[in-house]
T-cell receptor, first 113, second 113 residues
Framework: DGGITQSPKYLFRKEGQNVTLSCEQNLNHDAMYWYRQDPGQGLRLIYYSQIVNDFQKGDIAEGYSVSREKKESFPLTVTSAQKNPTAFYLC????????????FGPGTRLTVT | QQQVKQSPQSLIVQKGGISIINCAYENTAFDYFPWYQQFPGKGPALLIAIRPDVSEKKEGRFTISFNKSAKQFSLHIMDSQPGDSATYFCAASFTGGGNKLTFGTGTQLKVEL
């Protein structure tokens, strides 16, 4: 099956702990994205990567970090510096070149108490 | 700065009716306008998209109407069905700079029997 996988589906952490969300794709897509979704709001871009070993900040990057060591993987770390980490996190990918379509994974719901 | 404004926030339509959701954008550099459908607890699914060189695109019961001069685009769902009940997001991106998507705040559609 081709697609984007995110794990785990639900994640619970205590305040002050860092947590890493997984995103893997086997679509051979070059670009990958992380978005955050809060109730009643649209998706907001956290980080994106267009190529291995390179990534760029999105609109709300503070308190987050990413890495892109492999084409198929783009993990997101939510650090203790993120003031409101509880949210639904979505990973997406896009093929290279002139392709515009972004496809999303199933998401990870993170709850920090 | 909210660059993509979406309305209405919620919509109730009778089965068989037409659902209409509207979006307006500010950035004239946007050149790709997708619509996503999202069910509770799931990732958004790409529904239909349009480029600004056409004024309308139809796929099955779903149609995008695009008005470049007014900087507006809309989604029409014909013969709405209860299975269409979901949250719909419009978005926009521009070529270059990672093709980052800017999302509207979503419309909760409920199709009643």
């Amino acid at each position: 099956d081709g697609g984007i996988t995110q794990s785990p589906k639900y994640l619970f952490r205590k305040e002050g702990q860092n947590v890493t969300l997984s995103c893997e794709q086997n679509l051979n897509h070059d670009a990958m994205y992380w978005y955050r979704q809060d109730p009643g709001q649209g998706l907001r871009l956290i980080y994106y990567s267009q190529i291995v070993n390179d990534f760029q900040k999105g609109d709300i990057a503070e308190g987050y970090s990413v890495s892109r060591e492999k084409k198929e993987s783009f993990p997101l770390t939510v650090t203790s510096a993120q003031k409101n980490p509880t949210a639904f996190y979505l990973c997406a990918s896009r093929a290279a070149g002139g392709s515009y379509e972004q496809y999303f994974g199933p998401g990870t719901r993170l709850t920090v108490t | 700065q909210q660059q993509v404004k979406q309305s209405p926030q919620s919509l109730i339509v009778q089965k068989g009716g037409i659902s209409i959701i509207n979006c307006a954008y500010e950035n004239t550099a946007f050149d790709y306008f997708p619509w996503y459908q999202q069910f509770p607890g799931k990732g958004p699914a790409l529904l239909i998209a349009i480029r600004p060189d056409v004024s309308e695109k139809k796929e099955g019961r779903f149609t995008i109407s695009f008005n470049k001069s007014a900087k507006q685009f809309s989604l029409h769902i014909m013969d709405s069905q209860p299975g269409d009940s979901a949250t719909y997001f419009c978005a926009a991106s521009f070529t270059g700079g990672g093709n980052k998507l800017t999302f509207g705040t979503g419309t909760q559609l409920k199709v009643e029997l």
